[in-house]
């Protein structure tokens, strides 16, 4: 019998959130195709598809949010506003929408910065005395998860919404020591990001972190998943310009032309980028989208990253990229691009390609930080390059060891 899986994704009725209940259930019935899928690609498809993956037809959704509109209402949003999901697709799949929002919980907002606590709804908060009941809940919540739709796995991933950074200097290196700080929580210096990664780590369950936000991205977490065994993955889903930096870059470096500055002007108007808006939240997001071009260019060339909500937009993101760069005899020449994504289109699809792979990790025994995973990601944890095509090729290269174990 086909196993079942869980997905649980935390900021369950987000737009990203939204678009992944909507396309799982058209991949259910057949009704979408599988563009934009990396584990169905001609590369990697045929490699995943040996190794028994995850089936879209034994996937069960479920989720943590803070607010309260339902995921119906979250796609007719993204379909009417934005044109970011097909016209009629909300209500095509309204009985699939409903099943997975009857399994969306309250969530935990500890700590998660000012514009986070704004969209916090009565009645959709776990009120936990401290981090450590706030775990204990989240891993509540994620059992019965599990037992009450008969799973036989589940992956976790974090979707929510942005938070402000977190100083990773001041984190203690050893689990024993970040775990008794979870007992007082004017005391505890992580946020609730982390709190949803130890829960699902203590729960067995790998976890993958889409966003920027700290989550599982410290040595004594990491070292908490290693001694349960646990996979977990991310850091902030590599969707659009980042992307375009990263395989353009090498080609700078491999052809020795040396790049002056690279400026990227970002502009979108859904909630995340309302979130964004807010200077303790944007930090965190800049950053990100900040730090890929050393590692690549083997030098740190002038940068400027900015990030502006503008509400007409919605979902589709519009950047900017102007790289000033000189050739021989120092002769300065520009690249000029424009990249018009759909955010929620783009990320959807490879929240259910890390849920198919860091589960196939965690069938073929690994633990710790997946490192193969890392192209997709923009702060990949433990990545050996930033290259997107060195990280593709790292990827192909790691399922097909798993084939080898396999046969
Ligand atoms: N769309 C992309 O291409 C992309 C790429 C990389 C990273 N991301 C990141 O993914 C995340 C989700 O993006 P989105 O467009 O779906 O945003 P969104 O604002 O539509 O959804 C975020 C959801 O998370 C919920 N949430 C916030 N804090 C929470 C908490 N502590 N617990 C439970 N739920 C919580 C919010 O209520 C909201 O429903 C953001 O952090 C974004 O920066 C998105």
């Given at each position: 019998m086909t196993p079942r899986t869980g997905l649980w994704l935390v900021g369950a009725r987000g737009g990203i959130a939204a678009t992944v209940a909507v396309g799982l259930a058209a991949l259910k019935q057949g009704a979408?195709?599988?563009?934009?899928?990396v584990t169905e690609g001609p590369r990697l498809g045929p490699l995943v598809e040996r190794l028994d993956p995850i089936r879209w037809d034994s996937l069960v959704l479920g989720g943590h949010d803070i607010r309260s509109t339902p995921l119906a209402e979250a796609a007719r949003l993204l379909e009417n506003q934005?044109?970011?999901?097909?016209?009629?697709s909300a209500a095509a799949y309204a009985d699939e929408l409903a099943e997975a929002d009857r399994r969306i919980r309250p969530g935990v907002a500890f700590r998660s910065g000012p514009a986070i606590e704004r969209l916090t709804e009565a009645g959709c908060l776990h009120e936990a005395a401290t981090p450590r009941a706030a775990i204990d809940q989240i891993r509540a919540d994620l059992e019965a998860f599990a037992a009450d739709n008969s799973l036989d796995r589940v992956v976790v991933v974090f979707l929510g919404s942005t938070e402000p950074p977190v100083d990773t200097a001041s984190l203690p290196a050893r689990w024993e020591e970040l775990g008794k700080t979870l007992s007082d929580s004017a005391g505890c210096p992580l946020r609730a990001s982390s709190l949803y990664a130890i829960a699902a780590i203590e729960a067995g369950m790998p976890f993958v972190n889409f966003t920027p936000s700290l989550g599982s991205d410290c040595e004594a977490i990491d070292e908490l998943a290693r001694q349960r065994a646990v996979c977990h993955a991310g850091r902030d889903?590599?969707?659009g310009e980042t992307l375009l930096k990263t395989v353009l870059a090498p080609m700078f470096a491999e052809r020795n032309l040396e790049v002056m500055s690279w400026v990227g002007h970002n502009i979108f108007g859904n909630r995340d980028g309302e979130v964004l808006d807010d200077p303790e939240h944007k930090a965190t997001k800049v950053h990100s989208k900040d730090a890929v071009l050393p590692p690549i260019l083997g030098y740190a060339p002038q940068t400027l990253v900015s990030i502006e909500s503008i509400r007409s937009l919605g979902d589709w993101k519009t950047a900017w990229d102007h790289v000033h760069f000189r050739g021989f005899m120092g002769v300065p020449m520009t690249l000029q691009l424009t990249w018009q994504g759909c955010d929620s289109a783009l990320a959807a699809p490879l929240v259910l390609d890390l849920a198919r792979l860091i589960d196939l990790a965690q069938r073929h025994g690994e633990a710790g930080v997946v490192r193969p995973l890392a192209g997709f990601f923009k702060s990949p944890m433990g990545a050996s390059t930033s290259d997107f095509g060195a990280q593709s090729r790292e990827l192909v290269d790691w399922v097909a060891s798993l084939n080898g174990a396999a046969s």
């Open positions: 979408a195709a599988t563009t934009g899928l934005n044109g970011a999901l097909p016209h009629g889903g590599k969707t």
